[in-house]
């Protein structure tokens, strides 16, 4: 016998995305809600043929109704169905061989690893999770066991103070020791040999931004006796990453005064004799227009600021700005410089990115050559089927002034 959850209907021709492999089925496309089933729990989703379409994390409150799990109907939602899907996402890492050249990574990315709204971060052993859902907070005793055995982690600490959790109807934050040992004020990690900081109290997200590792890194490898500007720098990771290759200067600008303490040990345990490294905490978008102002005196800008669209209606407004941030990071560039520019917001494309950078080039009269363009690193997998995961995107862009 299959086993059974409570069905939900969805209305004719509404199940072609779910199939196809998106994990979401939205408010919109549900014919008839299921009778006996609560925010969180399980249910079964049937097309207006009464043929089998997914089995996920229902609520009833979000503009996500239901969270796909599996399309296979003959596939249990127990404890075991999680501590497989846990398992396949850490051998994911394994194989990538990313432990060869850091002791911290993400292991559990969300729908991306088929675990709509779990998260889980390795930091040398100390684990950080966060459940994002109401569905997944109802199975928190299972991921909780899962992870414990098969990563027999320091500890485990909650960071589930997430703004998603209130669509959810999830209205407490929680955080805190889970399991194991208190970790450390400050985790010491290491990427590609520089040695960073992970705040796992009161940093944000998870404590650190690991997706950027390979970008840090390439930055590492052109950066000697390079002057580097690091725009919304957080804990400092780029710019540990450019003093490591041996930049002269480094300037990091944050606008929040939390960022400070992990960035100062970080930049501490990075500079070389005879470089100097300073950090101000300002808001960078009238820092770099009234500097830009005074001429190029870097030779590289990173740029890596926070997601600027969260809604489809800020998308031209949202274009605007990541134009005029590049094209003042531009102008600050030298002769023959780097700019380094991220964006992660998903609702901006890589073409849409591409865009930017060329009107932002165009605005501040320069020619530039991308030299790299990344997307995600591997412990922030892609599921192809799921486009809203495709977030990062970060350009290298060489600089030249027209003389
Ligand atoms: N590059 C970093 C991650 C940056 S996250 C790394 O490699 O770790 C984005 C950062 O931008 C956050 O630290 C946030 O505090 C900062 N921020 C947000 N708005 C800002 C603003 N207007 N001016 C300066 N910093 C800002």
Known sequence: MPPHYPPLHLRPNSERTVRNGHPWVFSGAVERPPQDADTGDIVDVFDAHERFVCRGFYNRRSLIRVRSLTQDPNRPIDASFFTERIAQAIALRRRAGLAAHTNAMRLIHGESDGLPGLIADDYA????VQFHTAGMEKQRPAILNALQSLLAPRSMYERSDVGTRRAEGLNDR?????????????????????????????????GFFLDQRTNRFYLQQLARDQRVLNLFSYSSGFSAHALKGGASRTLDVDISPQVVPAARRTLDANRPQGSHSDLLIADVFPFVDELADRGPRYDIVV????????????????????????????????????????SCSARISQE????????????ARVRTRILAYNLHPADHPIDPAFPDGRYLKCIFARVHRPS
């Not at 290491?190 to 705040?199: H, M, N, P, S």
């Not at 849409?352 to 605005?363: L, N, P």
């Open 125 to 128: 052993g100390y684990l950080v």
């Open 174 to 206: 929680p955080t805190g020791l889970l399991a194991g040992e208190a970790p450390p004020e400050f985790v010491e990690i290491e990427e590609y040999g520089t040695r960073l900081y992970a705040d796992l109290y009161r940093g944000q997200k998870t």
């Open 303 to 342: 740029c890596d600021p926070p997601s600027l669209m969260r809604k489809r209606s800020q998308y031209k407004q949202a274009m605007g700005v990541y134009t005029k941030l590049n094209r003042n990071a531009f102008r600050l560039i030298a002769d023959g410089g780097l700019l380094v520019t991220a």
């Open 352 to 363: 849409d990115f591409f865009q930017i950078v060329r009107r932002a080039a165009a605005g």
